[in-house]
């Protein structure tokens, strides 16, 4: 079949620059926006960033031009096009102008890979991934193209079985397939969906949210993906060096501790947990640890698992008594938190571009709203590392960072919302006046020695960040350690408690209003409103349960009014960030001094500047930061000119 003549259901085939400029005349009279989908060679976008790896084979778009009548969602039916390989320069024009257009995942993909062909991609007004997901916030819905295609519009693939052969699925590479006349076809069918779909899930959503959902996606998330695409798109320069200095540090210790383990055991694949858990368990015969997770999320091993994770391995230190055992456990400890580093710092500069920069994928798609990361996780890397994780990423010759940390945000967050729903300035009263962490280890732990601050002010920040994303007793009194490193247990961790609730007495009748709220609406809200349902809130309200029906139910329970307490602090303090982001990334005097957003994490904002105007940006940058948005509190941000990030 000529594919130049096939026109079947709403599909044109473009081959030529004149059909593909008709085409894009068209496409721009529409009152609808265009739908845009690319087709690409030479990247693998799950290990690789986008920016600077692959280009695109083919491309597609997609527009209502009102003869194809509607979807049964009362959807307008779009007319799709296939663009033939070679004429994408020919578009740039268009594409770079701000004729509207959307995409799915079009600024974490679509747009980097434009770029890889110096198109500046314009008139982006929607991302479909982030829209979908603002009416579907549920995280049990896909929000992922092909599922929407599926679940929403009701369209199959066609037949692939050319295209993506073999047990894996994979599709072979697309110059592949285009070298096969038989396979054009089907690849312009496969493709081309993609960019009806887009539209169409566009329009179908667009109709479906709320005035205050579109006003989110518009105000907040759009800007947010706009700023953290051209901050993919500078990346940070990463010095391989330092993190092959770091490597080979980190694998003397890792010898070490796998020295003392074969004198301990001989023979063990320390990386297999099931080979380590029957050493333990098994030949060792050591109990079953009360306790399990990581140091910062201690929970009790109810299941009574054999486990081998961070909190059964302390637990086992505390509690040996054979020096031979001690040693071996804490010679895995370190042995385990060692490998980590090591690895990450060997595999950090796998990730550099040909710019000698790290292009990190950043995605406000958590469901606090916090950032995640991928291609590397730099979230993962830690404030402090005896190896120098953060010193390996430096600024550009002739250029500084600014390294920007809010100060205590969540709990300038709570104490906004004490001081807006019962008017208590307390906890606000104690931050303005200094370290709220310090407050609390004096209230929980008065008259402890001043040679132990920094002991007791680390307890106190679990108390104050644990408890409100509701820890309760049970949970805190193993989170929190004596000096002996055991858990402190139920009675101690509720007479902190009840020290803790003396100086804020509003934060229970917060936590007591989100529950509340959270049961009646069946989810809760952050700052700027966005929503996140809590589908179990009310499981144990089931009638005719059976015993152990009942059990799960309160454990669903309790797990979404621990959401409750968390979503309106930590998602609101996400908005915060964002809106920062949006501020800095917008802001004339910092473009105008060269100022450039090139991380974030957590709490965090560091910008890559000209030295020459470092100091001024600097205050600029702090000054954004602090005033995003009107609170009852005035938000502190901790600002530092720095030759590294490890500067702070």
């Not at 069918?189 to 959902?213: C, F, G, M, R, W």
Request: proline fraction near 5%; glycine fraction near 8%.
């Amino acid at each position: 079949m000529s594919l130049s003549s096939q026109n079947a259901g709403g599909l044109e085939y473009v081959a030529t620059e004149e059909e593909l400029l008709s085409v894009l005349e068209k496409a721009a009279k529409s009152q609808h926006p265009a739908g845009l989908d690319t087709e690409t060679l030479g990247i693998d976008p799950r290990k690789q960033s986008p920016v600077g790896n692959g280009q695109i084979h083919c491309w597609s778009l997609a527009y209502v031009d009102g003869t194809l009548g509607f979807h049964r969602q009362k959807v307008p039916l779009a007319r799709r096009v296939f663009v033939a390989p070679g004429l994408l320069q020919c578009a740039k024009p268009w594409l770079e102008s701000d004729s509207p257009k959307v995409g799915h995942n079009i600024f974490g993909f679509d747009r980097h890979m434009f770029a890889n062909h110096g198109i500046r991609l314009g008139g982006v007004v929607a991302d479909t991934k982030y829209t979908a997901r603002l009416l579907w916030p549920d995280r049990l819905v896909s929000c992922a193209l092909k599922d929407l295609m599926w679940k929403q519009l009701g369209y199959k693939l066609g037949e692939l079985k050319d295209l993506f052969p073999g047990k894996r699925r994979q599709m072979l590479p697309l110059d592949q397939v285009w070298a096969t006349e038989a396979n054009r076809p089907i690849l312009a069918d496969y493709a081309s969906l993609d960019a009806k779909a887009t539209l169409e899930i566009y329009l179908l959503v667009h109709n479906k949210l709320k005035p205050d959902q579109r006003q989110i996606y518009q105000n907040l998330i759009h800007p947010c993906l706009l700023a953290l695409n051209d901050m993919e798109l500078r990346g940070v320069f990463l010095d391989p060096g330092i993190c092959a200095a770091g490597y080979e540090a980190a694998m003397v210790h890792a010898k070490e501790a796998e020295d003392v383990l074969k004198e301990w055991a001989g023979e063990v694949n320390w990386n297999s947990p099931k080979q380590v858990a029957n050493l333990i368990y098994t030949q060792k015969k050591f109990g079953v640890p009360a306790q399990v997770g990581s140091l910062k999320a201690l929970k009790p091993n109810r299941s009574e698992k054999l486990s081998t994770d961070e909190g059964a391995l302390h637990w086992h230190a505390g509690k040996l008594t054979n020096p031979a055992d001690k040693a071996g456990i804490d010679a895995l400890i370190k042995l385990k938190k060692v490998r980590k580093y090591a690895i990450f710092m060997r595999d950090l500069p796998k990730h550099c571009g040909h710019d000698g920069r790290i292009h990190a994928g950043f995605s406000p798609d958590t469901e606090t709203g916090r950032l995640s990361c991928k291609r590397p996780n730099l979230q993962q890397i830690p404030a402090t590392d005896p190896y120098g994780m953060r010193k390996a990423f430096r600024p550009e010759p002739g250029y500084s960072f600014l390294v920007c940390d809010y100060a205590q945000l969540e709990m300038y967050i709570l104490a906004h919302f004490l001081i807006v729903h019962f008017d208590d300035h307390a906890l606000a009263n104690d931050l303005l006046a200094g370290d709220v962490h310090t407050g609390t280890a004096r209230r929980c732990w008065p008259g402890f020695p001043e040679s132990e601050l920094k002991h007791y002010r680390s307890l106190a920040k679990t108390i104050n960040f644990a408890t409100n994303y509701g820890k309760g007793v049970a949970g805190l009194g193993y989170q929190i350690r004596d000096t002996d490193n055991r858990p402190i247990g139920t009675k101690a961790a509720k007479e902190l408690l009840d020290a803790y609730f003396a100086g804020y007495q509003a934060i229970p009748r917060f936590h007591a209003l989100m529950r509340r709220l959270a049961h009646q609406h069946k989810g809760v809200g952050t700052l700027l409103g966005r929503w996140r349902p809590l589908k179990t809130i009310n499981a144990l309200r089931k009638p005719g349960q059976t015993k152990d029906e009942s059990k799960e139910s309160r454990r669903l329970e309790a797990s979404d009014e621990r959401r409750a307490l968390n979503t309106p602090i930590q998602g609101s303090a996400a908005d915060v960030v964002s809106l920062a982001m949006i501020a800095c990334h917008n802001d004339a005097e910092l473009n105008a001094l060269g100022a450039k957003m090139v991380l974030q994490v957590h709490d965090e904002l560091v910008f890559e500047v000209p030295k020459r105007n470092s100091d001024i940006a600097l205050k600029r940058a702090v000054y954004l930061m602090e005033n995003p948005v009107k609170l009852n509190v005035q938000l502190r941000v901790d600002g530092k000119v720095c030759q590294d990030w490890s500067e702070k």
